[in-house]
Nanobody
Framework: QVQLVESGGGFVQAGGSLRLSCAASGRTFPGYAMGWFRQAPGKEREFVAAITWSGISTFYADSVKGRFTISRDNAKNTMNLQMNTLKPEDTAVYYC?????????????WGQGTQVTVSS
């Protein structure tokens, strides 16, 4: 069992940056791949990025590639998403997840989400 808590969301102007964090609890955290998803109002939840348990391999949605960076620190049971050059279309609730896979990431556990709002 893994419990996930996101933080770091907020309000930012277009072109700005935010850093999201996901704190995990549970003895098996290092064994899971981790990922970020987001859900905008009226839209389905979509994949953003994923990282292997080792942190060596990452995978990004085309919409965020080159702007977002996913990372993790297994010693601290944390995962981060550095978001740069934010656009209004990045506005959404962002969820962290623990699961399996990278390019085909399959979530098993979810956090409660954190709101990111980007103004134009």
């Amino acid at each position: 069992q893994v419990q996930l808590v996101e933080s770091g969301g907020g309000f930012v102007q277009a072109g700005g940056s935010l850093r999201l964090s996901c704190a995990a609890s549970g003895r098996t955290f290092p064994g899971y791949a981790m990922g970020w998803f987001r859900q905008a109002p009226g839209k389905e939840r979509e994949f953003v990025a994923a990282i292997t348990w080792s942190g060596i391999s990452t995978f990004y949605a085309d919409s965020v590639k080159g702007r977002f960076t996913i990372s993790r620190d297994n010693a601290k049971n944390t995962m981060n998403l550095q978001m740069n050059t934010l656009k209004p279309e990045d506005t959404a609730v962002y969820y962290c997840a623990a699961g399996a896979g990278v390019s085909d990431f399959l979530p098993r556990y979810w956090g409660q989400g954190t709101q990111v709002t980007v103004s134009s």
